[in-house]
């Protein structure tokens, strides 16, 4: 493996396991076989729980780290959870382009720290497919106001635990500050929205 690639990975793993361990409690709830990943940086850890990931971003160093095959390989050998064959797939793109995919092909779509994937990225999901989403961006709350979306859970982090909590949802996304939450605000904040209640995570069901 080159060492830029080793140094890439242990960067984005300084909390040892802890995106292995979130994608397992997802991978406990989601049946997934094909992931969508924008904005994924250099974190390859679906991959060790799903078998067929496409990665999607536009920096450089996230497409010399996918392009060392060898080295994403090794990287998912020594985390990989089962012994099912691995796709995985980089796209050095901007997700807002047309990433010439088929719509509604992909079983789970993440959106992690990286802006607003839901809005351009949900086509891809197919109905029925899960949006595994976080708010520091603002995406939560876009998914919480886009109709094809609905809540089916809470994904919650404590003492290095992730857990899934499909359990008082209407408890959830309530802003602090009473408003309106349209698309237009989100646009102008540029970041995520305060609510009563923040769990690490949301998962969405895609029901249109
Ligand atoms: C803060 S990092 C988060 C990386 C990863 N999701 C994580 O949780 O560790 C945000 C990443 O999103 C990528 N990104 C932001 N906007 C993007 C866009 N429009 N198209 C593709 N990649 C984008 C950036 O290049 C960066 O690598």
Redo the contacts with the bound molecule.
Sequence with gaps: MESATRKLWAK?DRHQGD?LRLFTAVAGVVDATRVL?????V?IAPSFVFPSVTY????RR?ERFFADTDGAEEIIAANVTDDRPRSVTFLH????DDLDLPEQSFDLL?S????FISE?CTRYLRIGGRLLVNSSHGDAAMASIDPRCELIAVITSRDDRYRVDATDLDTYLIPKKSRAITAELLHELGHGIAYTRSPFAYLFRRVH
Aim: glycine fraction near 8%; charge should be negative; avoid cysteine.
């Design positions: 984005q995106r990943y924008p904005g994924s940086f974190d999607v971003d536009v920096d996230a793109q901007d997700y807002r993440i992690l720290y990286a802006g351009h």
